[in-house]
């Protein structure tokens, strides 16, 4: 009757759940390109960070990166994050027209700047180390005022986005949710594994996007 805010995945398999959300008749498409964002809180941090996008677009090219951002900025806004900082994950900091990841991570920096992803600093391509500390940065002799305080990574593909967060979820101490964003409602897709903790955050992240 469409009074439900939002839908929580289950013990379904991924796969039927989201064959529901994109059914082209009776699904929750928009025209907008559906994107998944894990939001971590990293203790050691004392910090909140999405990871976009580890559970909805296998191999993204640049145009889908965008959206995935674009997705991802907005939700970054609701949560009262005015301007997100934004890191472009990739394995080295020097732009190498031999990796595709590289390249996208320095265009997508420089769209950050002239402001065609809204409120947002875009940097990248940037590695993991310099992403999470700014000290990793200055070692490097980076200067760069994303490093050490970053609300946002977009990571090159889902293999490595989903191997980042399921790794921190058994080696850190965290908290995590998980949402898929550009749906009509928001969609929280979560894995079977995950517990009680995560899918009552996921809930709550899903009330974020509706409020």
């Known amino acids: 009757d469409g009074d439900c805010k939002f839908i929580l995945k289950g013990f379904t398999q991924t796969a039927d ?31 909140i960070i999405q990871y976009t996008d580890g559970g909805m677009n296998i191999y993204p090219d640049l145009n ?19 301007i997100p900082n934004v890191a472009v994950l990739g394995p080295v900091e020097t732009v190498n027209p031999d990796i595709q990841e590289n390249l996208d991570g320095a265009i997508l920096s420089k769209m950050g700047q002239r402001g065609q992803l809204g409120k947002c600093n875009v940097e990248g391509p940037l ?11 200055e070692h490097k002799k980076l200067n760069c005022d994303v490093c050490g305080n970053t609300d946002i990574i977009l ?14 979820v058994y080696t850190s101490d965290i908290e995590l949710g998980g949402v898929i964003l550009g749906a009509k409602a928001p969609c929280l897709l979560l894995s079977r594994a995950d517990t009680l903790k995560t899918k009552l955050n996921s809930i709550a992240l899903g009330n974020v996007v509706t409020d």
Request: hydrophobic share 50%; glycine share 6%.
């Open 64 to 82: 889908a990166k965008v959206q995935i951002l674009k997705n991802a900025i907005e939700f970054a806004h609701a949560m009262q994050i005015e």
């Open 155 to 168: 990571v090159p593909n889902l293999v490595s986005g989903n191997a980042i967060v399921k790794t921190m």
């Open 127 to 137: 590695a993991m180390d310099i992403i999470l500390s700014k000290e990793a940065a």
């Open 17 to 47: 759940f989201l064959r529901g959300v994109l059914d082209k008749e009776i699904g929750l498409r928009t025209g907008r390109l559906l994107s998944h964002t894990a939001i971590v809180e990293i203790k050691k941090f004392n910090r």
